[in-house]
């Protein structure tokens, strides 16, 4: 081999190692960057939302909390305006509407959108309630089988969230475990315990929560609060009232 051939291989041999040793500092530095990121999304999610920037008082806020110590503010509160979303729904009254706010219908369609994509197929079975609605249904069960029964099976009027319409009942499209605790077990339950944060929905009665809740498990339960708090709550596990810092609400305000 002539001299001019060994020092061309060599020259090559050198390109190599230097293209190999600059491939691996930029995966390093790029895996430093991802790190350092999710550390900070992290963090961010622990330390950055200011707890005063929306009200848990007024009635049209979407941070308003709603409890069996928090009634609304205006006890037949009617939100400005409602919509319809364009998903699939499976009532489960002829009476309710499937409506919500503006800013909840249109989170529920790109939720119900991703989904889709994932082959997860989720229907829309109640959301706003009427004070109302709720007024009727309560007085029926006051009248014909005493309070005890009427607040263990329905919610006092102006006591349900529902009412502020950001709220959602969600079931698989298929009709499967529609409002009860099994719903948890379906893909599209375990889809959206792993997602619906992503598009501001919290799991409003989580397991294991009722004495701070005041509600069973219902993990058909979900309600609009923005990508920041539904983040928030969801990486740390939180009820509304344990990010806001408010008594527990097993029971109702006598």
């Avoid at 607040?151 to 709220?167: F, H, K, M, W």
Wanted: a positive charge; one cysteine or more.
């Amino acid at each position: 081999m002539t001299t001019h051939k060994k020092s061309k291989r060599l020259s090559i041999d050198i390109s190599v190692i230097a293209v190999v040793f600059i491939a691996l500092v930029v995966f390093y530095i790029a895996g430093r960057i991802h790190n350092e990121h999710e550390k900070n999304a992290s963090n961010l999610a622990k330390t950055s939302i200011n707890k005063q920037r929306y009200s848990i008082n007024n009635p049209t806020s979407i941070w308003v909390v709603v409890n069996k110590q928090r009634p609304l503010s205006t006890i037949g509160f009617v939100p400005s305006t409602l919509i319809t979303p364009s998903v699939s729904i499976n009532r489960i009254s002829n009476i309710l509407p499937t409506s919500l706010q503006p800013i909840a219908a249109q989170a529920i369609d790109s939720m119900f959108m991703s989904a889709k994509t994932n082959n997860i197929y989720l229907a829309l079975t109640s959301a706003y309630v009427p004070y109302t609605f709720q007024q009727g249904v309560y007085d029926g069960y006051l009248a014909t089988q005493g309070q005890a029964a009427a607040d263990a099976n329905t919610i006092r009027p102006g006591y349900d969230e529902s009412q502020v319409g950001l709220s959602a009942d969600l079931a698989a499209a298929n009709k499967k475990c529609v409002n009860q605790i099994c719903f948890s077990t379906t893909p599209e339950g375990k889809w959206l315990i792993a997602n619906a944060y992503k598009f501001g929905f919290t799991l409003r009665y989580p397991s294991g929560k009722q004495n701070i809740t005041g509600f069973n498990y219902e993990p058909w339960h979900y309600r609009y609060v923005g990508i920041d708090l539904a983040t928030q709550l969801n990486t740390n596990n939180q009820t509304l009232e344990q990010f806001f810092n408010l008594s527990p609400a097993p029971n109702y305000k006598e």
